[in-house]
């Protein structure tokens, strides 16, 4: 499989694990070191137990996400993705909601495991 092809299917993990509502099965997709600039909070999460109360919380919505684009940059055992996803909630009838996001990413022996996520609201169009 090409490194692309593998490192697009990250980004499918991570929404799996969204899918299953669960925050320990997203947390295990980030290293204990990560740092999550979320989308929907004002509070850098700074190590696990930040990050994994922003996800209980998240997750109550039932999110669905939809990637729109993406852009993959490889370098060794760093990999950084970055695009538009595109949220609806299952538990919410909100218009969808599109945000940018860029996952950085380090393979530790053969796992690779998310070291950055950072995710935004798209701005108005203008």
């Not at 692309?4 to 295990?28: H, S, Y």
């Not at 860029?102 to 690779?112: E, I, L, N, S």
Request: with cysteine; proline share 6%.
């Amino acid at each position: 499989m090409s490194s692309d092809k593998t490192l697009l299917l990250l980004i499918e993990e991570w929404n799996k694990a969204l899918q299953t509502g669960n925050p320990d099965e997203v947390m295990k997709l980030y290293d204990k070191k990560a740092v999550l600039l979320p989308t929907f909070s004002c509070r850098v999460r700074h190590n696990p137990e930040e990050i994994r109360d922003y996800f209980v919380h998240f997750l109550k919505k039932g999110p669905v996400c939809n990637v729109e684009e993406t852009n993959i940059h490889k370098y060794g055992n760093t990999a950084m993705i970055s695009g538009i996803y595109a949220f609806t909630y299952s538990a919410d009838p909100s218009p969808i909601q599109r945000a940018r996001f860029t996952f950085v990413y380090h393979k530790t022996k053969d796992r690779w495991l998310i070291v950055e996520h950072h995710s935004s609201c798209m701005p108005e169009e203008t």
